[in-house]
T-cell receptor, first 115, second 116 residues
Framework: KQEVTQIPAALSVPEGENLVLNCSFT??????LQWFRQDPGKGLTSLLL?????REQTSGRLNASLDKSSGRSTLYIAASQPGDSATYLC??????????????FGQGTILTVHP | GAVVSQHPSRVICKSGTSVKIECRSL??????MFWYRQFPKQSLMLMAT?????????EQGVEKDKFLINHASLTLSTLTVTSAHPEDSSFYIC????????????FGDGTRLSIL
C-alpha cells in the first residue's frame, strides 16, 4: 500500500527565507506527483505537476523536484512571503494495482511565514 | 486555468435530512470526477471515482447507498448524502480531471457539512 509522508508537519519562518518542504512515498510505480496548496476552509489549488519521467518543474518562486527511484520529492519556495502561509500537500498518482489512477495524499506541511 | 466550482460552500441541517452537493467543471470537460472527504487536521480521503455516464466506483468502507453519486454530464457531478447524521459532518471536496492519468486534477473549494 502506498504511503506518502511529508516532513516537517509544520514550519514557521520569517519573511524572505528560502525553504524546502519534503515528500516521500513508498511505491515508485507512479504516473506523476502533484503539489497543492490548501488555505484554511478551502479546497486545493494545484501548484506543480511532475510527470514520472521528469526531474523538476518550476513556476515562479516555486520549484519541485522528483527522484522517483528513491521515492522523494521536494518543494522549494524562494523568498517566502506572508501570503505563502497555507498547508502544502503532495500527492502521488498510482500507476498500477488496485489504486490505479488514484491520488494518495500526504498529511501536509503547515507553513507560516511571519512578516 | 481549469476551474472547478462546488456548491454549496456550507450546509447546516438537521439529522435525517438529505443533502446534495454539486460539482461543475466550468471551462473543461471532465472525463473523471472524484469525491473526497477531509476531517479536521487530516488529509484528503478518496470516497469515490466517477466517469461520465457510468456508475461510480466507491472506495472500501464508503457506503454507496449513503453517498449517492451521479455524473450525468462531462461538466457536472453530484454527491447526495442521504439521511445525514452528525457523524457525516465533514468537509467534502470534489475534483475533476480531463483526459488520462497523466493529467492534473483540479479541485473545488469544498463544502462544509454540519449535521445537528
Amino acid at each position: 500500500k502506498q504511503e506518502v509522508t511529508q516532513i516537517p508537519a509544520a514550519l514557521s519562518v520569517p519573511e524572505g527565507e528560502n525553504l524546502v518542504l519534503n515528500c516521500s512515498f513508498t511505491d515508485s510505480a507512479i504516473y506523476n506527483l502533484q503539489w497543492f496548496r490548501q488555505d484554511p476552509g478551502k479546497g486545493l489549488t494545484s501548484l506543480l505537476l511532475i510527470q514520472s519521467s521528469q526531474r523538476e518543474q518550476t513556476s515562479g518562486r516555486l520549484n519541485a523536484s522528483l527522484d522517483k527511484s528513491s521515492g522523494r520529492s521536494t518543494l522549494y519556495i524562494a523568498a517566502s512571503q506572508p501570503g505563502d502561509s497555507a498547508t502544502y500537500l503532495c500527492a502521488v498518482r498510482h500507476a498500477g494495482g488496485t489504486s490505479y489512477g488514484k491520488l494518495t495524499f500526504g498529511q501536509g506541511t503547515i507553513l507560516t511565514v511571519h512578516p | 486555468g481549469a476551474v472547478v466550482s462546488q456548491h454549496p460552500s456550507r450546509v447546516i441541517c438537521k439529522s435525517g435530512t438529505s443533502v446534495k452537493i454539486e460539482c461543475r467543471s466550468l471551462d473543461f470537460q471532465a472525463t473523471t470526477m472524484f469525491w473526497y472527504r477531509q476531517f479536521p487536521k487530516q488529509s484528503l480521503m478518496l470516497m469515490a471515482t466517477s466517469n461520465e455516464g457510468s456508475k461510480a466506483t466507491y472506495e472500501q468502507g464508503v457506503e454507496k447507498d449513503k453517498f449517492l453519486i451521479n455524473h450525468a454530464s462531462l461538466t457536472l457531478s453530484t454527491l447526495t448524502v442521504t439521511s445525514a447524521h452528525p457523524e457525516d459532518s465533514s468537509f467534502y471536496i470534489c475534483s475533476a480531471r480531463k483526459g488520462g492519468s497523466n493529467q492534473p486534477q483540479h479541485f473545488g473549494d469544498g463544502t462544509r457539512l454540519s449535521i445537528l
